[in-house]
């Protein structure tokens, strides 16, 4: 008797809790409608518990729940490539051909459990239900395909492979394209270079200038061994004024060439592009020292040699003659400005490589002054700083012409009568 009292006090409690709240269909139905996406089914619910947190008139159910939700189809999440693409760097992609790649998320039927709570308040003789969940193991699954927005492809799928393998051999065929034409530029710009490669690797090349400004005149060049295309590289020019130190670079067929840093004490620049063949140096300079167009000749340190042969020789007579004369009496006539001035000179030794000089007072045997020249390229030049004469050369009636500065950077054209 007192089991049957129990069984049927139990039976009256269920059927009460049943009933409190909305009922599972409701609640699947609203699951159905509002919160699972619709490629999951969802199975019967099954409430665990329910509590009415309201009154009785106006009732707030708290219903924890649980229930198996199914795919009715494939899901996809976005995921990369099947394999590394060797158009990008032998990297997985996102993308390819404009589709995004897609992975599979969850097969056709795979099942997963979900358990949550349902707040249920009653309006009139309808339910407001607010779910939350303790997870939603659905949203890593992923989705239908017909729910993408953009193309898509399927990682692994015949189509995939086929875009990926499409994709490498086009870049491949880009990157043999490329190759080509950069050899080929590579080559053209090689074949401009040879000719300035083989003029300054000879070592020496002459360079003659004219323009309206300075007139015409010549430079050597000196140049190291072994240059390089396009690489700087430190060489020597001379002028009547002395050696500057600069810097080269053969470039793209031109031959470049700039002061060292301090030594053009002008704008900075000195020589532009000049082309070039085998044998000569071509084009217009900027250079203050020669400005305007230039000529140059590569040649040996013995073609050099032999080049400066008869003029040093020459001037190497010049000093001779004089050298036999106890006081040598000259004319210098200033060609800038006009005039002219009786100097004395005593020309102590001379050999190409030292000429020991004393300047003395006109009328007197005073030292005025004394300087150390010596003989290159054609030119007389001074070993002493102080000396006022600069790049003295032969003149046609074998006397010497060249400047002198009378104050700091005011050069006065001179010549000098034969001995």
């Known amino acids: 008797m007192r089991v049957l009292s129990v069984l049927i006090l139990s039976l009256i409690l269920v059927g009460c809790f049943s009933s409190l709240g909305p009922s599972e269909d409701?609640?699947?139905?609203?699951?159905?409608?509002?919160?699972?996406?619709?490629f999951w089914r969802i199975s019967d619910i099954d409430i665990v518990e329910s509590e009415n947190f309201g009154t009785d008139e106006i009732p707030r159910i708290r219903t924890r729940f649980q229930t198996t939700i199914e795919a009715l189809e494939n899901l996809y999440i976005p995921g990369q490539s099947s394999r590394p693409l060797e158009a990008a760097n032998n990297q997985p992609v996102i993308r390819i051909n404009?589709?995004?790649?897609?992975?599979?998320?969850?097969?056709?039927?795979?099942?997963?459990?979900?358990?949550?709570?349902?707040t249920s308040t009653q309006r009139g003789e309808a339910w407001s239900l607010s779910f939350s969940f303790d997870d939603e193991p659905w949203e890593e699954k992923g989705i239908a395909l017909y729910e993408f927005e953009q193309d898509v492809v399927v990682a692994g799928s015949d189509k995939e492979i086929a875009m990926?393998?499409?994709?490498?051999?086009?870049?491949?065929?880009?990157?043999?394209?490329?190759?080509?034409?950069?050899?080929?530029?590579?080559?053209?710009?090689?074949?401009?270079?040879?000719?300035?490669?083989?003029?300054?690797?000879?070592?020496?090349?002459?360079?003659?200038?004219?323009?309206?400004?300075?007139?015409?005149?010549?430079?050597?060049?000196?140049?190291?061994?072994?240059?390089?295309?396009?690489?700087r590289f430190e060489f020597t020019l001379t002028t009547k004024g002395g050696d500057m130190g600069m810097i080269g670079m053969v470039d793209n067929g031109r031959f470049i060439?700039?002061?060292?840093?301090?030594?053009?004490?002008?704008s900075g620049r000195c020589g532009a592009a000049l082309t070039a063949t085998a044998d000569e140096i071509q084009g217009e300079s900027d250079c203050y020292v020669f400005f305007g167009d230039?000529?140059?000749?590569?040649?040996?340190?013995?073609?050099?040699?032999?080049?400066?042969?008869?003029?040093?020789?020459?001037l190497l007579n010049f000093f001779e003659r004089a050298q036999n004369v106890k006081y040598y009496?000259?004319?210098?006539?200033?060609?800038?400005?006009?005039?002219?001035?009786?100097?004395?000179?005593?020309v102590n030794s001379a050999s190409s490589d030292n000429i020991d000089l004393t300047f003395l007072a006109r009328a007197?045997?005073?030292?005025?002054?004394?300087?150390?020249?010596?003989?290159?390229?054609?030119?007389?030049?001074?070993?002493?700083?102080?000396?006022?004469?600069?790049?003295?050369?032969?003149?046609?009636?074998?006397?010497?012409?060249?400047?002198?500065?009378?104050?700091?950077?005011?050069?006065?054209?001179?010549?000098?009568?034969?001995?």
């Not at 409701?26 to 619709?38: D, G």
């Open 26 to 38: 409701e609640i699947k139905a609203k699951l159905s409608k509002n919160e699972i996406p619709t």
């Open 164 to 231: 990926l393998d499409q994709t490498d051999e086009t870049w491949r065929e880009q990157q043999a394209q490329q190759k080509a034409a950069q050899e080929a530029a590579e080559r053209e710009i090689a074949e401009r270079n040879a000719p300035l490669l083989e003029l300054v690797n000879k070592g020496y090349a002459i360079m003659n200038y004219l323009s309206e400004r300075n007139g015409s005149g010549y430079a050597v060049l000196q140049f190291p061994e072994d240059v390089k295309a396009e690489r």
């Open 364 to 419: 007197r045997d005073d030292v005025r002054s004394s300087a150390t020249w010596y003989i290159q390229y054609g030119t007389v030049r001074s070993k002493t700083v102080d000396d006022k004469y600069f790049g003295l050369t032969l003149s046609d009636n074998g006397g010497l012409k060249g400047r002198r500065y009378t104050r700091l950077n005011r050069p006065i054209a001179i010549s000098i009568s034969a001995p």
């Open 329 to 346: 009496n000259y004319q210098t006539r200033n060609e800038t400005f006009g005039g002219g001035t009786q100097e004395r000179m005593l």
């Open 98 to 118: 404009g589709h995004r790649i897609i992975s599979l998320g969850a097969e056709k039927g795979t099942e997963l459990n979900v358990t949550g709570i349902v």
């Open 257 to 266: 060439m700039t002061p060292q840093q301090g030594e053009s004490g002008q």
């Open 294 to 314: 230039v000529k140059a000749i590569g040649m040996t340190q013995s073609r050099l040699h032999e080049h400066f042969l008869d003029a040093n020789q020459a």
